[in-house]
């Protein structure tokens, strides 16, 4: 669809290897991406790794309307017109398990690139303290800074092999949140998948608008996962997200689902962490695949 392409111009002049972290793993992981300093110790005896044989993988400096930002990037090796899937981060940043996500969905078949959205405010992965990385970085970070990095690596991936009119994204936590945002906000995005992102919060210059707020303006359905154990997202918030699609007016909204993991806490899908839910995480990661193709990715 060249209209599609066309407004990203101005912007711009199978299945994972999934076997334990080993040791050699873990240390010649952590010799290129790494693993942010706030997620350790890692569990790296679940850990995912998935290589990057066939792949074109790696960190790429993408031009934006707001300076450069760096970003990671995978995808099959020689192949052009990819369905393009924008992955966004924890309030970690493009640490190894993000990367290794984008690895993942290129070994599917996609282009999946990453944008550091917090650079402009530092490295959250040199930061040690959740604490501090909430304070000094992610809520000084713009919603409307992210969003324009994000079209920057979709305009980035339109050059660099990927299919202007096939445009997904996915992220995690902090990301989650995101991906709703900018399903309201991209309207040539085909569809999105949150991984229990947050719903609502307070207003902030930062942060104008919330999941809740922009439900009637989604562009492209979104499928929410979500954990019924997840302290930090109350099940009352879910409920009132899934009132809220059901009765919005635009038909993006209504068409968007959302799958509750009763037994799950949040990040279940961190293959790294303690939260991490085996059953969940798969579950989950199939459902997206799967919302993925149904719109056309």
Known sequence: MTSQHSEFDSLVPGRPLERPFSRRDFIATTAGVGFALATQPIMAQTAIHTDSAGLVAGRVKVPSALGEVEAYQARPAGQERLPVILVVSEIFGVHEYIADVCRRLAKLGYLAIAPEVFARQGDPRQIASVAEILEKITARTPDAQVLADLD???????????????????????????????????????????????????????????????????????????????????????????????????????????????????????????????????????RMLAWFRQHGL
């Not at 996915?170 to 999105?192: D, E, K, M, Q």
Request: glycine content about 12%.
């Open 152 to 286: 920057a690596c979709a305009a980035w991936a339109f050059q660099n092999g990927g299919d202007p009119g096939r445009l997904g994204i996915t992220g995690f936590c902090y990301g989650g949140r995101i991906t709703w945002l900018y399903s309201a906000y991209r309207p040539s995005l085909r569809a999105g998948v949150a991984w229990y992102g947050r719903l609502e919060g307070a207003i902030t210059p930062q942060t104008p608008r919330h999941p809740l707020d922009v439900a009637d303006d989604l562009k492209a359905p979104v499928l929410g996962l979500y954990g019924g154990l997840d302290t930090g997202i109350p099940l009352e918030s879910v409920e009132k997200m899934e009132t809220v699609l059901q009765a919005a007016a635009a038909p993006a909204a209504r068409e968007s689902r959302i799958v509750l993991y009763d037994q799950a806490p949040h990040a279940f899908h961190a293959d790294y962490r303690p939260s991490y839910r085996k059953e969940d995480a798969e579950d989950g990661w199939k």
